[in-house]
């Protein structure tokens, strides 16, 4: 097996890429041009529904759609990933535990103009819009949130939405409001329970910097990110394995947060002091809270080695070793990795990395690793070869470095 890198397209590139979709489809120009970024999650997993802390950045892939506004209320999509217009009335949207779900991926584009007029900016046009995109999908790298933001971006350059004519995408406030609307729309329309660190990440992130999200108040602290300044960086691998977030298990891994959280007398797991009392607590919600209230204190740690003046060899290695705790976490407390996920995090250690860890939701997607840049390709050689041997499908890599956000 040969490795495979997955570069991420120039903005030039995918701005081509939609217009010839766009004219192919709608034979008219498209007026504009949105994308927003996946993401990675650095450290804090499955911490944001539980009003933790968690540190994404945006990738430099990124969905690209092109648009334009019509005069009636019909949304029009296109996409190069497979053939044929969907058709959406924005007054026939019914959320998804309704008897007439918005069926499919068109539900992540439609559900940001629902959740928008929900929230009180409509009535909003309809739109013919085609999309393209260089960010995996089922990856775990978040390519459902970069299509909600780039649409969500792209309605807020039609009819602003922020005070006196001014665009939400504008000022932070106004970004973390349209965060809001697309998580609303991936809870609601397309029915994925999901926490909302996705969609802060892909429109708060700036280039250079990850973000960290306090997940209770919404607020966010931009944090240097300079990995190539010390010749190194974060390799992503895409396991290709399969992954599947509304299979049920990422909402019984939240319902049992909710449980024992209502069992310890707090409304979200954040709340709770050192000295728990897990007596109250059944064995897999005792797994479950021992693995948010430790990934919290470790995003705080993984800050705190980051605010320190330099990345030392030191300060490189104290990451790596927090990632690692976080992986194991993930994997015997929190149980949402797989043997794609394990063997690729421990390949990377073995072969020079300083840590690694699943990033995303997990049961399949994507692991990061921490790895100085002379030893990526020996790295990624060894993951391939790891991943022949078992059997498992041919993963792909992305290098990724902290991106812009959705525009
Ligand atoms: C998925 C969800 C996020 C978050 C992560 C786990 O990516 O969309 O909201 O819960 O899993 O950290």
Redesign the pocket.
């Known amino acids: 097996m040969a490795v495979i890198v997955n570069d991420a397209w120039t903005m030039d590139e995918g701005a081509t890429r939609v217009r010839a979709l766009f004219e192919q489809y709608f034979a008219a120009q498209p007026t504009a041009i949105h994308s927003a970024p996946g993401r990675v999650?650095v450290i804090g997993?499955?911490?944001?529904?539980n009003g933790g802390f968690?540190l994404p950045m945006a990738l430099p892939h990124r969905t690209f759609a092109a648009v334009r506004q019509r005069g009636d209320r019909i949304v029009r999509l296109v996409s190069a990933q497979e053939s044929g217009v969907r058709e959406v009335n924005l007054d026939d949207i019914d959320t998804h535990d309704s008897n007439n779900p918005v069926d499919g991926w068109p539900a992540y584009v439609v559900g940001v103009a629902w959740a928008l007029e929900q929230a009180g900016h409509g009535p909003l046009p309809g739109l013919d819009i085609a999309i393209d995109s260089c960010v995996p999908f089922g990856a775990?790298l978040?390519s459902s949130a970069a299509l909600e933001c780039a649409v969500a971006a792209a309605w807020d350059s039609l009819v602003p939405m922020g005070a006196d004519g001014a665009r939400l995408l504008d000022s932070d406030e106004g970004r973390a409001r349209l965060v809001s609307a697309c998580v609303q729309a991936e809870n609601e329309i397309a029915g994925a329970p999901?926490?909302?660190?996705?969609q802060a990440a892909s429109l708060r992130c700036v280039e250079g910097h990850v973000i960290l999200l306090d997940c209770r108040d919404q607020s966010v602290q931009h944090i240097p990110f300079d990995l190539a300044a010390v010749d190194t960086e974060l390799l992503v691998t895409d396991t290709r394995a399969p992954h599947a977030?509304a299979d049920g298990q990422?909402a019984r891994r939240r319902n049992a947060c909710e449980s024992a959280a209502r069992a310890l007398g707090v409304s979200l797991l954040v709340e709770l002091s050192d000295d728990v009392d897990w007596s109250k607590l059944t064995e897999e919600e005792t797994k479950r809270v021992r693995h948010v209230t430790r990934e919290i204190h470790r995003t705080l740690a993984f800050v705190r080695v980051l605010e320190r003046a330099d990345l030392t060899a030191d300060a490189l290695r104290e990451l790596g070793q927090l990632m690692d705790e976080s992986h194991e976490s993930l994997r015997y407390d929190y149980e949402v990795t797989c043997p794609e996920l394990d063997t690729s995090v421990e390949v990377a250690r073995a072969n020079g990395a300083y840590g690694a860890r699943m990033t995303?939701?997990g049961f399949g997607g994507s692991s990061i690793a921490l790895v100085p840049t002379d030893a990526v390709d020996t790295v990624m050689e060894a993951i391939v070869e790891a991943f022949d041997k078992s059997g498992f499908n041919e993963p792909h890599f992305l290098r990724a470095s902290p991106s812009a956000p959705a525009q």
């Open positions: 999650n997993e499955h911490t944001d529904y968690a775990g978040s999901t926490g909302g660190m996705d977030l990422y995303g939701g």
